[in-house]
């Protein structure tokens, strides 16, 4: 069974920077391509950014491009999205998943791990 494990989560003001980590159990991770999603009180879950099994390729929303950066490292079994310019409208519940092959995907029924998730804020 694979474990999703998120943290860097917090409270930061508008124009802050966070990091975001997710470590996963397990000897497959690079067999594996990654994503995060986020997901707002009353809104659906939504791809924030992904990145497939070698970390060769990345995608990343147009809401977050040249704000927010995914990457992995492998040796270490581990996930990364580092945040930066942070604005209110990125408060959120921020999930990390696995998705059960090598290249990205961008819908959520084509990830089949999750996270616990962790939250978001981002004061005005």
């Known amino acids: 069974q694979v474990q999703l494990v998120e943290s860097g989560g917090g409270l930061v003001q508008a124009g802050g920077s966070l990091r975001l980590s997710c470590t996963a159990s397990?000897?497959?991770?690079?067999?594996?391509?990654m994503g995060w999603f986020r997901q707002a009180p009353g809104k659906e879950r939504e791809l924030v950014a992904a990145?497939?099994?070698?970390?060769?390729?990345?995608y990343s929303a147009d809401s977050v491009k040249g704000r927010f950066t995914i990457y992995r490292d492998n040796a270490e079994n581990t996930l990364y999205l580092q945040m930066n310019s942070l604005k209110p409208e990125d408060t959120a519940v921020y999930y990390c998943?696995?998705?059960?092959?090598?290249?990205?995907?961008?819908?959520?029924?084509?990830?089949?791990?999750w996270g616990q998730g962790t939250q978001v804020t981002v004061s005005a």
């Open positions: 998943a696995r998705t059960p092959a090598n290249k990205i995907r961008f819908k959520v029924e084509e990830y089949n791990y």
């Open positions: 397990g000897r497959t991770f690079s067999s594996y391509a």
């Open positions: 990145i497939n099994s070698s970390g060769g390729s990345t």
